[in-house]
């Protein structure tokens, strides 16, 4: 479980095919992240992986094809998201996210608004249902509030910090993005489901 804000930007080592699944390792910050552990979990790109192996330079996650099927086209040297999961005690300032995503979706357009960037992005038609104006989502990893809902797509802001503090600011129009939408929705949607 994670909050959605992001604590490091880091930037991917290598990613290699290890049999019929993938090695991606992470050069990271460890006095950032310093108390990791094997087998914690970590948000890249809002996709929950666990940690097999790390030294003070290098986080080592195994990712399975079904994963990479389901999620954008990560590489070597892309600037990755990077949360540690929730802790029983911790700070939310964001909202609860799973770490499974949802669908990938594909920026439309990027625009100057007042201080902020405004991206509007095209979303699967299968998730949809689950996207509401001024509701919560998660891309690539960050806690984000949805401006509009318009068909196919839905408007976000980032103000500076967001900008600043996650690797959105290397995105360019025509990038495509990780999803995980509102767990309340996907929930709200199974409870009506079986109460029909």
């Not at 993938?22 to 979990?41: K, R, T």
């Not at 389901?70 to 929730?86: D, G, H, I, M």
């Not at 995105?171 to 995980?180: A, L, Q, R, S």
Request: positive net charge; charged residues 25%.
């Amino acid at each position: 479980m994670f909050t959605g804000i992001i604590e490091s930007v880091e930037k991917i080592k290598s990613f290699n095919k290890k049999d019929k699944d993938f090695e991606l390792e992470i050069a990271y910050n460890h006095l950032v992240f310093d108390d990791i552990s094997l087998g914690d979990s970590i948000s890249v790109n809002g996709i929950c992986l666990t940690v097999k192996k790390f030294n003070s330079k290098f986080l080592q996650f195994d990712i399975s094809n079904e994963t990479i099927k389901r999620t954008a086209v990560l590489k070597q040297n892309q600037l990755v998201n990077l949360e540690r999961s929730l802790k029983f005690n911790g700070k939310i300032s964001g909202h609860f996210v799973s770490g499974h995503i949802d669908g990938v979706g594909r920026i439309l357009d990027i625009s100057q608004k007042d201080s902020c960037v405004e991206w509007s992005i095209e979303a699967p038609k299968y998730l949809l249902k689950f996207i509401a104006e001024k509701g919560s989502i998660t891309i690539n990893g960050v806690s984000l509030t949805i401006n509009t809902v318009i068909k196919n797509k839905f408007s976000i802001n980032l103000i500076p910090f967001t900008l600043q503090e996650t690797c959105f600011h290397k995105f360019e129009k025509g990038d495509m993005v990780n999803i995980e939408i509102d767990m309340l929705a996907r929930y709200t949607e199974t409870l009506l489901k079986n109460n029909r």
